[in-house]
């Protein structure tokens, strides 16, 4: 004599619970890389900034005219004058410059023909990840800081 199969019409209590397990790991696991994934854009950014930096420096001595790059905190954006570029959505932007190269939300590091600058510290800040960049004024050096 045969039994008659039984049939399935849904999931068992322990499959339930094995796939509820490994969503869990997923998320926690995407959660803890989150603040990581702040980090590199933070670090990123001034990269960046501190490349446009050089950059300009650079244009400053072999042109032998004044350069400035300007960083608006308003709108999150950086650059020289017709070439802004913008820093990630939610970073924010704080600025430490000369009176002289601040306009409003907009300031600016000036660089001089001889290799000098008029020197400012950019702060980038996201979710709780923190970088910068540091221009020195003397030698015009941008160099990243934390």
């Given at each position: ?25 997923i ?27 050089q ?13 400035v ?41 000036r660089?001089?023909p ?33």
């Amino acid at each position: 004599m045969k039994l008659p199969a039984r049939s399935s019409a849904g999931f068992s209590l322990a499959e339930l619970l094995v796939v509820m397990g490994v969503v869990g790991l997923i998320l926690a696991a995407a959660i803890a890389a989150r603040p990581k994934a702040a980090a590199t854009r933070v670090a990123v950014a001034a990269r960046a900034i501190a490349a446009t930096m050089q950059l300009a420096r650079a244009n400053a001595m072999a042109s032998n005219m004044e350069t400035v790059v300007r960083i608006d905190t308003r709108s999150g954006r950086f650059g020289p004058p017709g070439s802004m570029h913008s820093l990630p959505r939610g970073m924010q932007i704080a600025l430490t410059v000369a009176d002289a190269e601040r306009a409003g939300d907009t300031g600016g590091i000036r660089f001089y023909p001889d290799g000098q600058s008029s020197g400012g510290v950019i702060a980038l800040t996201l979710d709780k990840s923190s970088a910068g960049v540091a221009v020195n004024w003397l030698t015009g050096e941008p160099r990243l800081v934390k």
